[in-house]
């Protein structure tokens, strides 16, 4: 399907610069463009790339001067990253949908299935599950009995949902992820080794979540672990049981939250961080990469790197001595020898 300048400019409330007949089928990075695609620059260390790219259409912020002659169609937009994703949207719902429930899958006759859902070869659908409009179960998926599963969800080939978790409307999960193993509860004995503490609660999790490749979500020893609206969990992430993520927080891969720990609204965790158990982290936390956090966090909207993490521009200060620790002991050891030869010279 073509669409113009025009058309583009029209959907996302933009204004061309150029032709606006000019049109495109297809996307393509703005280093790599291509005629008939369409690119995009919302990050400043790419502008070279606008002057060079044979792009047939731009986005680009409205406040974008250029500084050279540009053979692409501009759009302009309020913001280019947000247009693009608006457009994307629109792309991938223009594609036919899958509808129905393919061979070989099971369905039990206890679910409830909405309609306009599809269910990939080879799914397992429980008792007494509950399913709602327009979802998309992908092959291989598993889903446990009495799961609910809201409208519009997505659930790509692998996906695994353990008995008794509820799923909200507009989630996307990715290949691989797990919601409902159990926790990892275990009680040492006088034998010397450990007994399985049954986990028995469930997991929660709200509409417009998404979850990332390989990531689990344990369940709960008892209640819910529950993973709050908007929130984005990226690939291979680690939620323990009882933990509870707030609205809109995003945690990037390989972080590790440890059980019963809650994290509040509109976090931005980075990649390899790790939360200690029984912990609570406020809202609006930002928390660099490869951080470890083993105490509370209260203050809204603290910046902490480090592990142990602590306040951001601390840390940076510190993280010049950690630099020059090696140059600092030279020193030292050469004042040391200079007042032994001072002493010796008495």
Do not use: W
């Not at 690119?39 to 044979?54: G, M, R």
């Not at 061979?103 to 008792?127: H, M, N, Q, R």
Request: hydrophobic share 35%; net charge negative; charged share 25%.
């Amino acid at each position: 399907m073509n669409f113009t300048a025009q058309d583009i400019a029209e959907f996302l409330n933009g204004e061309v610069d150029g032709d606006g007949n000019v049109a495109v089928n297809n996307v393509s990075r703005i280093e790599e463009g291509k005629p008939g695609t369409l690119s995009f620059l919302a990050n400043p260390k790419y502008e070279h790339y606008i002057y060079t790219t044979d792009s047939s259409i731009v986005l680009v912020n409205k406040d974008f001067k250029a500084e050279k002659e540009i053979s692409a169609t501009l759009v302009r937009v309020d913001d280019a990253y947000q247009s693009l994703a608006k457009l994307l949207e629109m792309y991938e719902q223009s594609k036919p949908q899958k509808i129905g429930i393919e061979e070989p899958s099971y369905v039990s006759k206890t679910a409830t299935v909405g309609d306009k859902v599809y269910v990939g070869a080879f799914a397992y659908i429980g008792t007494n599950v509950k399913i709602g409009e327009n979802v998309k179960i992908y092959p291989h998926s598993y889903i446990g009995d009495n799961v609910i599963i809201g409208d519009n969800t997505i659930l790509n080939s692998g996906v695994k949902i353990y008995e008794n978790c509820k799923i909200g409307s507009d989630c996307i999960f990715h290949s691989g992820v797990v919601i409902g193993g159990d926790g990892f509860g275990f009680a040492p004995s006088s034998a010397n080794d450990y007994k399985k503490v049954p986990q028995v609660g469930s997991v929660v999790i709200e509409d417009h979540v998404e979850i990332g490749a390989n990531t689990c979500v344990d369940r709960a020893t008892m209640g819910a672990t529950i993973i709050r609206k908007g929130v984005k969990l990226d690939n291979l992430i680690q939620v323990a049981h009882n933990v509870e993520i707030d609205e809109n927080t995003v945690i990037a891969s390989q972080t590790g939250i440890a059980g019963s720990t809650k994290i509040g609204k509109n976090c931005m965790i980075g990649g390899q961080v790790g939360f200690a158990g029984h912990i609570s982290i406020t809202d609006e936390v930002k928390i660099a990469a490869q951080s470890g956090l083993g105490k509370n966090i209260k203050k809204v909207g603290a910046v902490v790197q480090g592990s142990p993490a602590f306040e951001f521009g601390p840390y940076q200060k510190s993280y010049v001595l950690f630099r020059n620790l090696p140059k600092m002991r030279e020193q030292l050891i050469d004042l040391e020898r200079k007042v032994k030869q001072l002493e010796e010279e008495k």
